[in-house]
């Protein structure tokens, strides 16, 4: 298990972009088969924002996030990125970055980190 960190997050007004990183620390992605983005909005249960299958490089999205959010990765640098634009309020939440050892239809994920909060101000 390589310990993941959450990092970008911050406060933005609406309509505006954040780009958030997770870092494999210590270590590389490689040894997973799915990389994801969930978020935690206050009072509401975690939700998927996006994933990434490592082998095969093609991303899923959330039906709220889709053309707004890109998730991309850079293999020399272990890390993963979440590129938001034309942010919403409804954006607001903790992004957590996570990882599964095998791809799971219902982007089950063993590994989390320890996330990172985002605010979109109206």
């Known amino acids: 298990q390589v310990p993941l960190v959450e990092s970008g997050g911050g406060l933005v007004q609406a309509g505006g972009s954040l780009r958030l990183s997770c870092v494999a620390s210590g270590g590389t992605f490689s040894g997973y088969a799915m990389v994801g983005w969930f978020r935690q909005a206050p009072g509401k249960e975690r939700e998927f924002v996006s994933a990434?299958?490592?082998?095969?490089?093609?991303?899923h999205y959330a039906d709220s996030v889709k053309g707004r959010f890109t998730i991309s990765r850079d293999n020399a640098k272990n890390t993963v990125y979440l590129q938001m634009n034309s942010l919403k309020p409804e954006d607001t939440a903790v992004y957590y970055c996570?990882?599964?050892?095998?791809?799971?239809?219902?982007?089950?994920?063993?590994?989390w980190g320890k996330g990172t909060l985002v605010t979109v101000s109206s």
């Open positions: 990434i299958y490592w082998s095969i490089d093609n991303p």
């Open positions: 996570a990882a599964a050892t095998r791809i799971r239809v219902d982007y089950s994920m063993d590994y």
